[in-house]
């Protein structure tokens, strides 16, 4: 199972970002995919999932900004970031879980400005 992630860098407070995950060696369309962030000297933290039928869950922190979305023709998720804050700088991290197991990208670092 790999997991890549892409589309990170640096971006101005209020401004908008998109994250994609590739993913290989899973039965994409079927498995629950997810993003997570972790800030400096944080835990790692739930941003978004979306399941295999296009149900989504967001935490209050992101609810209304961030979307989560997946196209299972290019076995791609993504999370389009808007209205960014200073507090979303994190590494973000996309997963998916696969026969009882986690699996996880190496992450891509969002830094917002203030």
């Known amino acids: 199972v790999q997991l890549v992630e892409s589309g990170g860098g640096l971006v101005q407070a209020g401004g908008s970002m998109r994250l994609s995950c590739a993913a290989s060696?899973?039965?994409?369309?079927?498995?629950?995919m997810g993003w997570y962030r972790q800030a400096p000297g944080k835990q790692r933290e739930l941003v978004a999932t979306?399941?295999?039928?296009?149900?989504?869950v967001y935490p209050d922190s992101v609810k209304g900004r961030f979307t989560i979305s997946r196209d299972n023709a290019k076995n791609t998720v993504y999370l389009q970031m808007n209205s960014l804050k200073p507090e979303d700088t994190a590494v973000y991290y996309c997963?998916?879980?696969?026969?009882?197991?986690?699996?996880w990208g190496k992450g891509t670092l969002v830094t917002v400005s203030s």
């Open positions: 979306i399941t295999s039928g296009g149900s989504t």
């Open positions: 060696g899973i039965f994409f369309s079927a498995n629950v």
């Open positions: 997963q998916t879980r696969d026969y009882g197991m986690n699996y």
